[in-house]
């Protein structure tokens, strides 16, 4: 089955500066790919996701980056700000109606 | 845009009790699910809800303790059975906007409501 891991499960980061959060899978047959955000008492909100036919995809300040040889994914934050703060998770996409989600990198801005 | 709505937002209950849990979204969806997220850690699915019939249930959650109903396609509950304080958690429900039209996801994006705080005494 899938697994989905985190390198580091907290980041402390400057505000203003870029935040790099990493997650791996296990399964090369994964075609898609999310990343959620969540702030303290609050349910995941939706923030990117990329296919497996693609290796980036940009949004609003955040891009994903999609390694599919080495099975990585990648969340980069430009300029980070203290509304930031809150656990993003990554979650992969086994089928169409079974995601599995990884164990969320807590994200800590210092102002 | 779209909204899913939790009822109730947090409880505080008895041991041996049961809890319903609401989840109603205001758009059409396709698929309905339920998670469980214990304190620090991250979501475990627990069944999808198929409407007008029973749910699909994840290895380790069974039917007696987690009785799952969809009577429409905008209406899901999720009873917590004969608690105890092991089932102290935030309840999650997601859903699969229809077409994917209510999100910025794709045909298959899940996205969650609120939650439901439960702690068990």
């Known amino acids: 089955g899938e697994s989905v891991g985190l390198h580091l499960p907290t980041l402390s980061v400057q505000e203003g500066d870029n935040s790099i959060i990493n997650c791996a899978y296990s399964?090369?047959?994964?075609?898609?790919f999310i990343w959620y955000k969540q702030e303290s008492g609050k349910g995941p909100q939706f923030i990117i996701d990329?296919?497996?036919?693609?290796d980036k995809r940009q949004g609003q300040r955040v891009t994903v980056l999609l390694n599919k040889t080495v099975k990585h994914l990648s969340l980069q934050i430009a300029a980070t700000q203290p509304g930031d703060s809150a656990v993003y998770f990554c979650?992969?996409?086994?089928?169409?109606?079974?995601?599995?989600f990884g164990p969320g990198t807590s994200l800590s801005v210092i102002p | 845009s779209a909204v899913i709505s939790q009822k109730p937002s947090r409880d505080i209950c008895q041991r041996g009790t049961s809890l319903t849990i609401q989840c109603q979204v205001d758009?059409?969806?396709?698929?309905m699910f339920w998670y469980r997220q214990q304190p620090g850690q991250s979501l475990t699915l627990i069944a999808t809800?198929?409407?007008?019939?029973?749910?699909?249930?994840e290895s380790g959650f069974v039917i007696d303790k987690f009785p799952i109903s969809r009577p429409n396609l905008t209406f899901s509950t999720l009873t917590v059975s004969n608690m105890s304080p092991e089932d102290s958690s935030i309840y999650l429900c997601?859903?699969?906007?229809?077409?994917?039209?209510?999100?910025?996801?794709?045909?298959?994006?899940?996205?969650f409501g609120p939650g439901t705080r439960l702690t068990v005494l």
């Open positions: 399964n090369s047959a994964s075609d898609y």
């Open positions: 979650a992969v996409e086994t089928s169409y109606d079974k995601v599995i």
């Open positions: 997601s859903v699969v906007w229809l077409l994917g039209l209510a999100g910025e996801g794709g045909t298959d994006t899940q996205y």
């Open positions: 758009s059409q969806v396709t698929m």
């Open positions: 990329i296919r497996s036919n693609m």
């Open positions: 809800a198929n409407q007008g019939s029973e749910a699909t249930y």
